[in-house]
């Protein structure tokens, strides 16, 4: 059985990442996550709307995940991958070339983005919300979470 890993933030879940995590689960058998860190995405310049453990938890309640982990410098994915004893390194295509130097230690994939669909999207779209609806959206999405985390105890 391959092992694969992944990176990525995985902020506003959406089905862009549960069709990206099948096709990496399909490609291997064992998926792992890198989850940007709230001190990482600090470092890159982003704000995430969950924290990097309501994150976590989103993603590792997929069933296409089996272990997460935090990602918390861009040095560190040589290391993983080790660790993890990863045959694959999968990342979406819009960072095609950038990580072609861990091909020294598995094999590395670049796989097309979901059409139409992306966090950032998704941002934008919001951001022209009236505040009274975004609060009722906020409310909903922490809804969602503890409705996951009860499924999860059980």
């Known amino acids: 059985m391959k092992t694969v890993i992944t990176y990525g933030t995985f902020d506003l879940f959406h089905v862009g990442h549960i069709r990206l995590l099948k096709r990496l689960k399909d490609m291997g058998g064992k998926l792992i996550v890198g989850i940007s860190s709230d001190e990482f995405n600090s470092i890159k310049g982003k704000q995430s709307f969950y924290s990097y453990e309501e994150r976590a938890e989103i993603v590792l309640s997929c069933k296409y995940v089996d272990q997460v982990f935090?990602?918390?410098?861009?040095?560190?994915?040589?290391?993983?991958?080790?660790?993890y004893?990863?045959?694959?390194?999968?990342?979406?295509?819009?960072?095609?070339?950038k990580f072609d130097d861990l091909a020294k230690v598995c094999e590395?994939?670049?796989l097309p983005r979901t059409d139409y669909i992306s966090t950032t999207s998704i941002k934008e779209k919001l951001a022209g919300i009236n505040s009274k609806d975004l609060e009722l959206i906020e409310?909903?999405?922490h809804d969602v979470i503890e409705i996951v985390q009860g499924l999860v105890r059980k």
């Open 70 to 83: 935090p990602e918390d410098d861009w040095d560190q994915k040589r290391g993983d991958i080790l660790k």
């Open 85 to 97: 004893n990863a045959s694959i390194f999968a990342m979406g295509n819009d960072w095609q070339g």
């Open 108 to 110: 590395v994939v670049y």
């Open 139 to 141: 409310k909903s999405m």
